[in-house]
């Protein structure tokens, strides 16, 4: 996924694989998920996993606000500024 997102945002990633588990107790050493009933009854994937991360994180570099907003401030301003974002869509 991070070598995903570093592609589309054209930078390099730079990263150190550690396969220390002990550091999260009870984390699961694989998550799966199989899509073959989905597939069975005909369905597809409209747009690539890899293009919508694309878009994702595209236009999350070009909407900020997104990230930045305080959680702990009040709940008006906050939806104000996502009212805000969403508006100059």
Same mark, same amino acid.
């Given at each position: 996924? *991070?070598?995903?997102? %570093?592609k589309a945002?054209?930078?390099p990633l730079?990263?150190?694989? /550690?396969?220390?588990i002990?550091? !999260?107790?009870?984390h699961d050493?694989r998550y *799966?998920?199989?899509g %073959?009933?989905?597939?069975?009854?005909?369905?597809?994937?409209p747009? /690539?996993?890899?293009?919508s991360? !694309?878009?994702?994180?595209?236009?999350?570099? *070009?909407?900020p606000e997104?990230l930045?907003?305080?959680r702990h401030?009040?709940?008006?301003?906050?939806e104000n500024?996502?009212?805000n974002?969403?508006?100059r869509l």
């Amino acid at each position: 996924m *991070a070598q995903l997102i %570093a592609k589309a945002v054209g930078k390099p990633l730079r990263y150190k694989l /550690s396969d220390d588990i002990k550091s !999260r107790p009870g984390h699961d050493i694989r998550y *799966a998920l199989d899509g %073959a009933k989905m597939a069975a009854m005909g369905w597809t994937l409209p747009v /690539s996993f890899e293009e919508s991360l !694309r878009e994702m994180v595209l236009w999350s570099l *070009a909407h900020p606000e997104w990230l930045t907003i305080d959680r702990h401030t009040d709940s008006r301003a906050e939806e104000n500024a996502m009212r805000n974002a969403v508006a100059r869509l």
